[in-house]
């Protein structure tokens, strides 16, 4: 079975800056792979699919890249509204997750 | 609007069954495979079981095998999720997930809110 390993486990940022958030696979994928968004509460909501699709609806500033083992989610300028934890996602296999939190 | 309202959660023995519903709305539900992700309390999620929009296809984690069993009743706009052999570790937040595709593409694109099941003695 593929693992997902998302770094870092936590990452403390401020309002406008540049979070790059990292997950690798246990074995090359392809680029089925997708991110979500989950806050405390709340059910997770799709942010990009196939590594690098925008989700209808979800701001520009998130962005995905990546193929292989290694993919990233980029938020180009940090905003209040995105703390909260992301996870990576192929197929069946969900990465541990990413806190992000306000510094 | 599509809307997920899962039902059926509680607190249930070890051993003991339980039967979890989601009700759809918003969309057609049969043009769309349908899935339960599931998320221990604190933890991260986990894919439960999946199934294509004619139930020609269906997936279970390993976790799940021999003992979850997933279904849908299109005529009701209905998922469904047959939890026999509970065991603590099933104690989870169990959510219904919407794919994007007629087969198991594995994007989720709507969530409900989830129905709480907890597995104790």
């Known amino acids: 079975d593929i693992q997902m390993t998302q770094s870092p486990s936590t990452l403390s940022a401020s309002v406008g800056d540049r979070v790059t958030i990292t997950c690798r696979a246990s074995?090359?994928?392809?680029?089925?792979l997708a991110w979500y968004q989950q806050k405390p509460g709340k059910a997770p909501k799709l942010l990009i699919y196939?590594?690098?699709s925008l989700e209808s609806g979800v701001p520009s500033r998130f962005s995905g890249s990546g193929s292989g083992t290694e993919f990233t989610l980029t938020i180009s300028s940090l905003q209040p509204d995105d703390f909260a934890t992301y996870y990576c996602?192929?197929?069946?296999?969900f990465g541990q997750g990413t806190k992000v939190e306000i510094k | 609007e599509v809307q997920l309202v899962e039902s059926g959660g509680g607190l249930v023995q070890p051993g003991r069954s339980l039967r979890l519903s989601c009700a759809a709305s918003?969309?057609?539900?049969?043009?769309?495979?349908m899935h339960w992700v599931r998320q221990a309390p604190g933890k991260g999620l986990e894919w439960v079981s999946g199934i294509n929009w004619n139930s020609g296809s269906i997936g279970y984690a390993d976790s799940v095998k021999g003992r979850f069993t997933i279904s849908r009743d299109d005529a009701k706009n209905s998922l469904y999720l047959q939890m026999n052999s509970l065991r603590a570790e099933d104690t989870a937040l169990y959510y219904c997930?919407?794919?994007?595709?007629?087969?198991?593409?594995?994007?989720?694109?709507?969530w409900g809110q989830g129905t709480l099941v907890t597995v104790s003695s």
């Open positions: 196939k590594a690098s």
């Open positions: 997930a919407k794919d994007t595709g007629y087969d198991m593409s594995y994007y989720f694109d709507y």
């Open positions: 074995q090359t994928i392809s680029s089925w």
């Open positions: 918003g969309f057609i539900f049969d043009d769309y495979a």
């Open positions: 996602q192929q197929y069946k296999a």
